[in-house]
């Protein structure tokens, strides 16, 4: 089966620029999850989706950041305006129903780098 | 609040040899399930094994086993006869029961030399 994708793989902007990241999971991933990895740390969820509903965004800046999941299958990750602390790696997945204890399916992430 | 350490930024060691990472973590539930990622260069998160809070049995995948210890809170990976694709960086995550998110640890970034 394909993987989870993810595009672009590198990103590079100025300050207070705008960036989008796209994400499309594993067919019939119902839950979709986008974690930022800042360098030297583990990565940190921002935002779940179960279907085209939000389970879980407390820790997603919601002044700079959003993110859609239309129709319940890829999502759009947004950043608008970009500070420099929000250089890091921005990875998606996705697992089949959300439950606990199971897989989680990684795609490689998009790297972004605020100068 | 779910907290996960892990104490060893930087391993080393050499093809073949049996190498142990440690994580500690904190969580005031009683059912939870902790897993270890491994990341290579590519960045795509790989799970390498799970262990279930409730089971006492050590989780063992091949060349990858865990030393779960409820009590101390510690859930180290035992990677045995280790290979040069085992390079990577390796995150211990927890999840409890009832949310779905991951709560990762800093990572070890492990290197095996030929």
């Known amino acids: 089966e394909a993987g989870v994708a993810q595009s672009p793989r590198y990103k590079i902007i100025e300050k207070r620029q705008s960036v989008a990241f796209w994400c499309n999971p594993i067919?019939?991933?119902?839950?979709l999850y986008w974690y930022q990895q800042i360098l030297g740390q583990g990565p940190k969820l921002l935002i779940q989706?179960?279907?085209?509903?939000?389970?879980?965004d407390s820790q997603l800046p919601k002044d700079r950041f959003s993110a859609e999941r239309l129709k319940g299958v890829d999502s759009t990750l947004k950043i608008q305006p970009a500070k420099l602390e929000d250089s890091a790696v921005y990875l998606c997945?996705?697992?089949?129903?959300?439950?606990?204890?199971?897989?989680?399916?990684f795609g490689s992430g998009t790297q972004l780098s605020v100068l | 609040a779910q907290t996960v350490t892990q104490s060893q930024p930087e391993m080393s060691v050499q093809e073949a040899e049996t190498v142990t990472l440690s994580c500690t973590y904190d969580t005031s539930e009683n059912n939870y399930y902790l897993f270890w990622y491994k990341q290579p260069p590519s960045r795509q998160m790989i799970l390498v094994i799970r262990?279930?809070?409730?089971?006492?049995q050590n989780a063992t995948e091949n060349r990858f086993s865990v030393n779960f210890q409820k009590a101390a809170k510690s859930f180290s990976l035992k990677i045995s006869d280790s290979q040069l694709g085992d390079t990577a960086m390796y995150f211990c995550a927890s999840q409890i029961q009832g949310a779905q998110k991951l709560v990762f640890g800093q990572g070890t970034r492990l290197t095996i030399n030929p």
């Open positions: 067919s019939g991933h119902a839950t």
């Open positions: 262990q279930e809070a409730y089971k006492q």
């Open positions: 989706f179960q279907n085209n509903g939000v389970v879980d």
């Open positions: 997945a996705s697992s089949r129903r959300g439950g606990r204890n199971e897989k989680l399916f």
